[in-house]
């Protein structure tokens, strides 16, 4: 790593029980994380400082991403809850992926139901892991790869327009496999490994075409974070 | 203190069975283990939010089993969340119990029961009394 100090990686954790968000907001500081935890998929978004109405993707050239109140607010990753009533994990992660802004924010899907069509889906819709519920330690201890990828390109940026064909993979991290952990269904586990190999190269490509367009906004890492530990905007 | 010690053995003792007879599986230590010097007191923490969160379900879901007739999506949804935070604390009983529930919710769906007095009501009502002296009883 570049970084003198280890970076410290704000995670944006939405889930609508309340039993669950005090585990992964447990899990994710004891790993060494900021946390802001909210119960809905909305919340989020205002988090995040768009709530995306419409889809206005590249005329997006929005210098600061965030409401004034969330000024210099930098999310690493989205961990997200894949049931929840009203706004479901899934419609956040696209919502997530069709901003300008947040598209380059990696987002992990959690879910209690290992259902291969859900876990297909999430993926093809950006989604970097898909972990299944109850969440312990060792899948937490997985999204870190995610993070330093796109604080590593995000740095690479503003080092240098220049925008090579990298990806995770290539800076030497390599894909994590989605281990689902499940007693049963051990076959599960090849497969969606393959998906989610498979997968590696077609979201790198779009973040490149992305990142052609964009330039990230607001996140730059001198800038004045504002902490949210662990408030939790019910 | 000899009496600490005894007290100590006691729980040590009491946690154990729960793992033996199953009401409690391996996320409980991962909750064990997250709970430190910094965080002394995760686990009860945690339980506790889970036993208020729970008498509301459970609260919910005898109202919704007193309906007449029962709306399965409700109870589904019901059981859904209950199951879950179930999971994330180690109750594996009563996350069995609401696997063996949702069952009995989509059977019911699938046969159409909704309006229905016969046999599958006489089917179903047993099972009900059962779910919800079991969620009681592995809850309370």
């Known amino acids: 790593m570049g970084a003198a100090a280890e970076p410290r990686f704000h995670v944006l954790a939405v889930d609508d029980s309340l039993v669950d968000r005090k585990l992964i907001e447990r899990l994710l500081k004891i790993s ?3 946390v802001t935890t909210v119960d809905s998929g909305s919340k989020a978004l205002e988090f995040l400082g768009s709530l995306v109405n419409d889809d206005r993707s590249s005329s ?8 004034s109140d969330h000024q210099g607010v930098d999310v690493n990753l989205i961990i997200t809850d894949y049931c929840m009533p ?3 994990g899934y419609d956040l992660l696209k919502k997530v992926k069709e901003s300008s ?3 380059d924010i990696p987002v992990v899907i959690m879910s209690s139901e290992n259902v291969p069509s859900r876990i297909t889906r999430c993926l093809e819709e950006g989604a970097e892991e898909f972990i299944l519920k109850p969440v312990r330690l060792s899948d937490v201890n997985k999204l870190r790869p995610h993070m330093m990828r796109t604080k590593k390109l995000k740095d690479q940026e503003q080092e240098s327009q220049e925008e090579p064909e990298r990806h995770g993979d290539e ?3 390599p894909p994590p496999p989605c281990q689902h952990e499940l007693e049963t269904q051990q076959s599960q586990d090849p497969q969606t490994q393959q998906i989610q190999q498979s997968q590696q190269p077609k979201s790198g490509n779009n973040s490149n075409k992305r990142k052609a367009i964009d330039v990230e906004e607001g996140l730059s890492p001198d800038r004045t974070r504002t902490r949210y530990n662990g408030v ?3 | 203190m000899e009496r600490n010690n005894q007290l100590q053995r006691q729980v040590a003792l009491m946690r154990q069975s729960l793992f033996d007879q199953g009401y409690l599986d391996e996320q409980f230590v991962q909750l064990e283990e997250l709970q ?3 965080n002394p007191n995760f686990v009860e923490e945690v339980v506790t939010l889970y036993y208020r969160d729970s008498a509301r379900l459970i609260a919910s ?3 919704a089993l007193d309906k007449s007739p029962l709306d399965f999506n409700k109870l589904d949804s019901y059981m859904h969340q209950f199951k879950g935070s179930s999971s994330s604390i180690g109750g594996r009983k009563v996350k069995t119990e609401c696997s063996q529930f949702r069952e009995y919710c989509r059977t019911g769906n699938g046969e159409g029961w909704q309006d229905k007095q016969g046999p599958e009501v006489q089917l179903l009502a047993p099972h009900r009394k059962k779910k919800r002296d079991s969620a009681h009883n592995s809850f309370c």
């Open chain 2, 61 to 63: 879901i005898e109202q």
């Open chain 1, 60 to 67: 997006d050239a929005l210098p600061s991403v965030s409401p």
């Open chain 2, 36 to 38: 430190d010097d910094t």
């Open chain 1, 86 to 88: 009203g706004m479901t």
């Open chain 1, 101 to 103: 802004s947040l598209r």
């Open chain 1, 171 to 173: 800076i030497g991290l």
């Open chain 1, 32 to 34: 060494s994380y900021q």
């Open chain 1, 232 to 234: 939790a905007t019910f």
